[in-house]
T-cell receptor
Framework: DAGITQSPRHKVTETGTPVTLRCHQT?????MYWYRQDPGHGLRLIHY???????DKGEVSDGYSVSRSKTEDFLLTLESATSSQTSVYFC????????????FGPGTRLTVL | DAKTTQPPSMDCAEGRAANLPCNHS???????VYWYRQIHSQGPQYIIH???NNETNEMASLIITEDRKSSTLILPHATLRDTAVYYC????????????????FGKGTLLTVNP
C-alpha cells in the first residue's frame, strides 16, 4: 500500500471552530488531492496540489483552504466549520496527474455539531 | 466531462466471474476509463484503466468496446473480499496545470459476493 496517513482519523467539533486535517505521504509523489464523501454524492474533489505551494480549487472548494509547504504534507483547513461540512474526508496522491492512478488514504471522519 | 452509467447493484456467487458493466457514450477520444473500488469504510482502491485496448492485471480485466461507448470490468474468480462499491470513471482534464487530471466519482455499483 502507498504510504499515506491522515490525521486525525476521527474528530468531533462545534460549529464555528477552525479545523485542520493533515495528509502525510512518504512516496514523494508530486500530486495530492482532498476529497469529501457524502451519502448520495459519491466522492467530490475539494482542492488539489500539483507541487509545493501550487494548489487549485476543485468542485466543492467553498469554505475550505489548503496549504502545501513541503512535498509530503497537504493540509486542509476549515476556517469556521459548519454542519454541512460533516463528512468523510479522503486524501489521495499520484506521481503524475495524467495516466497514473491515485492512491487514497484511510480517511478522516469529521462531525460538526 | 463524459458521464458514466452503472447499475446500482449486482450479485455474484463466490468463485464465479463478476462482470460489471459501464456505459460512457459521450467519452472523448483522449479520455481513459478507470475503475476503482471502495470496500466499506476504506479509501478507494485503484483497479485498472484503459484507453482503447483490453487490459489485464493481477486484479481484473477491462474490456472496452470498439466504439468506446461502454466497458466491462471482469473479476475472474470473485471472493467474499471483493464485496465493494465499484466505480467506473472517465478521466477529465483538471485546471490549467498541464497534465493534471481529476477523477469524478459517481455512485458506482455495489457488488455483493455471496458464499
Amino acid at each position: 500500500d502507498a504510504g499515506i496517513t491522515q490525521s486525525p482519523r476521527h474528530k468531533v467539533t462545534e460549529t464555528g471552530t477552525p479545523v485542520t486535517l493533515r495528509c502525510h505521504q512518504t512516496e514523494n509523489h508530486r500530486y495530492m488531492y482532498w476529497y469529501r464523501q457524502d451519502p448520495g454524492h459519491g466522492l467530490r474533489l475539494i482542492h488539489y496540489s500539483y507541487g509545493v505551494k501550487d494548489t487549485d480549487k476543485g468542485e466543492v472548494s467553498d469554505g475550505y483552504s489548503v496549504s502545501r509547504s513541503k512535498t509530503e504534507d497537504f493540509l486542509l483547513t476549515l476556517e469556521s466549520a459548519t454542519s454541512s461540512q460533516t463528512s468523510v474526508y479522503f486524501c489521495a496522491i499520484s506521481d503524475r496527474g495524467g495516466d497514473n492512478e491515485q492512491f487514497f488514504g484511510p480517511g478522516t471522519r469529521l462531525t460538526v455539531l | 466531462d463524459a458521464k458514466t452509467t452503472q447499475p446500482p447493484s449486482m450479485d455474484c456467487a463466490e468463485g464465479r466471474a463478476a462482470n460489471l458493466p459501464c456505459n460512457h457514450s459521450t467519452i472523448s477520444g483522449n479520455e481513459y476509463v478507470y475503475w476503482y473500488r471502495q470496500i466499506h469504510s476504506q479509501g478507494p482502491q485503484y483497479i485498472i484503466h484503459g484507453l482503447k485496448n483490453n487490459e489485464t492485471n493481477e486484479m481484473a480485466s477491462l474490456i472496452i468496446t470498439e466504439d468506446r461507448k461502454s466497458s466491462t470490468l471482469i473479476l475472474p474468480h470473485a471472493t467474499l473480499r471483493d464485496t465493494a462499491v465499484y466505480y467506473c470513471i472517465v478521466r477529465a482534464p483538471l485546471g490549467s496545470g498541464g497534465s493534471n487530471y481529476k477523477l469524478t466519482f459517481g455512485k458506482g455499483t455495489l457488488l455483493t459476493v455471496n458464499p
